[in-house]
T-cell receptor, first 111, second 115 residues
């Protein structure tokens, strides 16, 4: 079982709709969770991180964490074509000092 | 404030040659991480270094791969006797503190092609 799993997609969402990206993790020692966006041929950039159960909102982005279910999600409201990218979910383990990434979900926003 | 600088951006090697990838972290960052990304896959952790020390190399292949972060100069990922399976994008990331907070800043990557 992979430590961090994502549906590789592709996920297609019409412009203006809500895009929902999901991620599960296997290690209950995981403390912190991160969403990175990666455009094709570019480097990953951090969008959001979340430590506590519940929701965390930042502009059009909402991260959700459920530690009991070992589940993390990212919602993108009012999706724009510029949101088309691969979204990488990552988990850190306290003291391990490294991030473990999922394989990424390719998101396409259709105008 | 310059970001994480990696070079070369693209490198072509023939099987059996050596590849050297360099990474200069962001100013003020003393923690460097190397990740490898195969096409259509996520990032795989390779090694975590601080100045002059390898902290975690659990993701490094046992043979042919080595990394260093000297007191002066960039971090270097070295791949000896490259094989076609080494073709990938190699990303360096840096952080000001350890990555418990996960705020890693990535370079643009070095894309290695082995012929």
């Amino acid at each position: 079982q992979k430590e961090v799993e994502q549906n590789s997609g592709p996920l297609s969402v019409p412009e203006g709709a809500i895009a929902s990206l999901n991620c599960t993790y296997s290690d209950r020692g995981s403390q912190s969770f991160f969403w990175y966006r990666q455009y094709s041929g570019k480097s990953p950039e951090l969008i959001m991180f979340i430590y506590s159960n519940g929701d965390k909102e930042d502009g059009r982005f909402t991260a959700q964490l459920n530690k009991a279910s070992q589940y993390v999600s990212l919602l993108i409201r009012d999706s724009q074509p510029s949101d088309s990218a691969t979204y990488l979910c990552a988990a850190s383990i306290q003291g391990a000092q490294k991030l473990v990434f999922g394989q990424g979900t390719r998101l396409t926003i259709n105008p | 404030n310059a970001g994480v600088m990696q070079n070369p951006r693209h490198l072509v090697r023939r099987r059996g040659q050596e590849a050297r990838l360099r990474c200069s972290p962001m100013k003020g960052h003393s923690h460097v991480y190397w990740y490898r990304q195969l096409p259509e896959e996520g990032l795989k952790f390779m090694v975590y270094l601080q100045k002059e020390n390898i902290i975690d190399e659990s993701g490094m292949p046992k043979e042919r791969f080595s990394a260093e972060f000297p007191k002066e100069g960039p971090s270097i990922l070295r791949i000896q006797q490259v094989v076609r399976g080494d073709s990938a994008a190699y990303f360096c990331a840096s952080s000001r503190t350890g990555s418990d907070t996960g705020e890693l800043f990535f370079g643009e990557g070095s894309r290695l092609t082995v012929l």
